[in-house]
């Protein structure tokens, strides 16, 4: 059993950056995929990156490349995600979610089960 927790958000300006923060405990995070997903009030939760444990399975929304990065630290067992050039539609309370394997579309929400329980970002203009 993985348990997740999500921690850098915060509020910012547009155009700020803000790296968030995925710990896995429980066991480590070794040949998992970790995504990270977000929902806006009023909002369906959509998917935002995700990412391989060896790296190199890395994949992004069209909204968020080039703007955001995806990367895992082994050592760690954690996953980041590195937001720049942060937008007010940015904001949403960010998720992290993981399920074993490397063979599934990384996109489909219902395959993760291990799920954080969310941090907040809020971007204003």
């Known amino acids: 059993q993985v348990q997740l927790r999500e921690s850098g958000g915060g509020a910012v300006q547009a155009g700020a950056s803000l790296r968030l923060s995925c710990a896995a405990s429980g066991q480590p995070l070794t040949d998992h995929t970790v995504g990270w997903f977000r929902q806006a009030p009023g909002k369906e939760r959509e998917y935002v990156a995700s990412?391989?444990?060896?790296?190199?399975?890395?994949d992004y929304q069209d909204s968020v490349k080039g703007r955001f990065a995806i990367s895992a630290d082994n050592a760690k067992n954690t996953v980041y995600l590195q937001m720049d050039g942060l937008k007010p539609e940015d904001t949403a309370i960010y998720y992290c979610?993981?399920?074993?394997?490397?063979?599934?579309?990384?996109?489909?929400?219902?395959?993760?089960?291990?799920w954080g329980q969310g941090t907040q970002v809020n971007v204003s203009s």
């Open positions: 979610a993981a399920r074993f394997g490397n063979y599934y579309n990384a996109r489909i929400i219902t395959d993760y089960y291990y």
């Open positions: 990412i391989n444990w060896s790296g190199t399975l890395i």
